[in-house]
DNA sequence: ATAAGACTATACTCACGAGTATATTTAGCC
DNA sequence: GGCTAAATATACTCGTGAGTATAGTCTTAT
């Protein structure tokens, strides 16, 4: 306790008084606090989701795996659902940075197809992995479901656009952009049914195999 | 009624009478019938369970499907776990006939893996598709669970196989048969996410495109 | 006709799990 | 040192849905 106020003061010593509660306060390390038990929360939750499915995790179990009661995990939660979202929207995100970082770059569009790919397998592989998949509709209120479906719909847009732009540059073969799409979307969301993180095989290894098979095909060449 | 005992005793005179009641009997259209009533319980099951999930299905919604009542659904199936396992089973059977089939073949690899994969398009886009996918161990007791993963391998096996004896027959390129066997399996299974019966693409459309694309590869040629 | 059995409905039980009302503790603040 | 708010727990409510006990109906066989 003593060493956080006297940290406090450093920080506000160095810098004018923000107009709030300085930085590093009690209270602003309160709500980190927060945000990391948030993490938590989400984290295990996504965990137990993956391992006994959406509906046969109950909030007790995943209040039991966090060393809490149920009402803790509604105090970093709304509800189930938006629980199940928030593990969709963090997995989601790692995909969405790589869709966006290499849309600005001006390398092949082969190039960038790749590492994209490469950043879907780790995210699929991650805890998060299963929740971003198994997020069907069914299990969410429409406004939700929504929500969903656009974030996927960015993904796959990004994908169809990255597959045309291919075969505008010439570093790719011209095929259809919805098909090539959704049968690399397939591939990889997949891995979440069968990967399991024992060492033998990591998700980038994975994604290495993926991106030559897409790549070169089955054909002899 | 009348029609019915005619043909009955047509059928009787044609071949000695064999040991049980004749074929054709009153008896025997009643267990037609009943397995016919029985496919369509599962069927049904199938549709709900797909348009609204597994665990959103009450067997009283699938019940009203039918215009019937619960217990009748109880007279056909054992338990909800075991309706999806049939459901399971059902679209399985067509993938597995696919793969038996073509390991009698003396075709190239290359042509009976395009079969295979025809016949497992048309199956994933089927009513029972989003149940062969979503199946999963979460839903269902370790003894189903096991029984399916069983069954699940075997397709998986056959995928391997194939690949594997197109490397060796010249008409494949030699690759990791596991990973190309989870990246089709994983292409071909989404195809229950997306697809609908809307006329516009049909299940075989998809597979055509789906074995080219596996075919050739991304890779300008 | 009537007994036997297949089929279907009514009207329950019972457990489980999401969500909450309320109390209690803990930590920062003046 | 007491006040306030955040954090956590205890102990509920309440709906839903799987599965069933029981009874009625309809068909076929004798």
Chains 1, 2 share one sequence.
């Not at 010593?13 to 602003?28: E, Q």
């Not at 570093?171 to 049968?183: E, G, I, N, T």
């Amino acid at each position: 306790m003593a060493s956080r106020s006297a940290r406090s003061r450093k920080a506000a010593s160095a810098l004018p008084d923000p107009p709030g509660p300085s930085l590093w306060s009690p209270v602003h390390l309160r709500v980190r606090d927060r945000e990391r038990k948030r993490d938590a929360v989400i984290r295990t939750a996504a965990r137990e989701f993956r391992a006994r499915g959406y509906h046969n995790t109950s909030l007790d179990d995943i209040a039991t795996a966090l060393n809490v009661t149920k009402p803790t995990v509604y105090h970093y939660v709304q509800n189930k659902e938006q629980l199940l979202f928030e593990c969709f929207r963090a997995g989601l995100r790692q995909i969405m940075e790589a869709v966006e970082q290499v849309a600005e770059s001006k390398a092949p569009a082969r190039e960038r197809l790749a590492l994209v790919m490469s950043r879907y397998a780790q995210a699929i592989a991650s805890d998060f992995g299963w929740c971003m998949v198994q997020a069907e509709n069914q299990d969410l209120s429409p406004a939700m479901s929504r929500k969903i479906k656009a974030l996927k719909s960015e993904i796959d847009q990004g994908l169809r656009r990255l597959i045309q732009q291919g075969g505008s540059d010439g570093s790719l073969r011209r095929c259809d952009p919805k098909m090539a799409a959704f049968a690399i979307a397939g591939a990889f969301n997949w891995i979440a049914h069968w990967y399991r993180d024992d060492g033998k095989l990591d998700a980038t290894d994975v994604a290495d195999k993926f991106v030559e098979l897409f790549a070169l095909g089955l054909d002899p060449r």
